[in-house]
């Protein structure tokens, strides 16, 4: 996953934005395959659908900048996500599997922030929802409650098992 030591160039940066949900896709898949129960499943597959729904999003400003030339889908993820998926394994609970993921999820909301304050009005709707996704997400580690990231979702999962 990218480390943020250095300050985010705009538009540039929206491929940074896309690389976190292309890892945040394989954080939630690593975690699907190994769900214990079908309550994880659904909070897994519900991150699942947030990622790619914000890969969509992120689309738009890819077409608008023309980005592609340094995108990449398959960046290797895996260490990344085999820390994960070990600390799911080796949790007692949800609960205590969310608040080991606490503080990726503050240092990916802090350079968002930053992201968010460097991006021109115009396109301010869609930097403010990746703002808003990783708040969802810090929500869920701190309440369990899917709410927040459900009421983003233009697919959401069928009711909660
Ligand atoms: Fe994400």
């Not at 968010?116 to 301010?124: A, N, R």
């Amino acid at each position: 996953m990218a480390a943020f030591d250095f300050p985010p160039v705009y538009p540039d940066c929206i491929n940074e934005f896309y690389s976190t949900e292309v890892a945040g896709e394989a954080w939630a898949l690593g975690l699907l395959k190994v769900a214990k129960n079908d309550i994880d499943r659904y909070h897994f597959g519900t991150f699942l659908q947030l990622e790619t729904e914000n890969k969509a999003h992120l689309g738009l400003l890819l077409y608008k900048y023309n980005l592609y030339a340094s995108l990449s889908e398959d960046e290797n993820l895996n260490e990344e996500v085999d820390k994960s998926v070990d600390q799911y394994q080796d949790s007692d609970s949800l609960r205590e599997f969310a608040s080991s993921q606490e503080e990726f999820i503050e240092k990916y909301l802090d350079r968002f922030q930053e992201i968010q304050k460097i991006t021109p009005e115009e396109d301010l709707e869609i930097v403010d929802r990746m703002v808003k996704h990783e708040e969802a997400i810090l929500y869920w580690v701190e309440t369990l409650s899917l709410e927040k990231i459900i009421d983003l979702l233009a697919n959401p999962l069928p009711e909660q098992p």
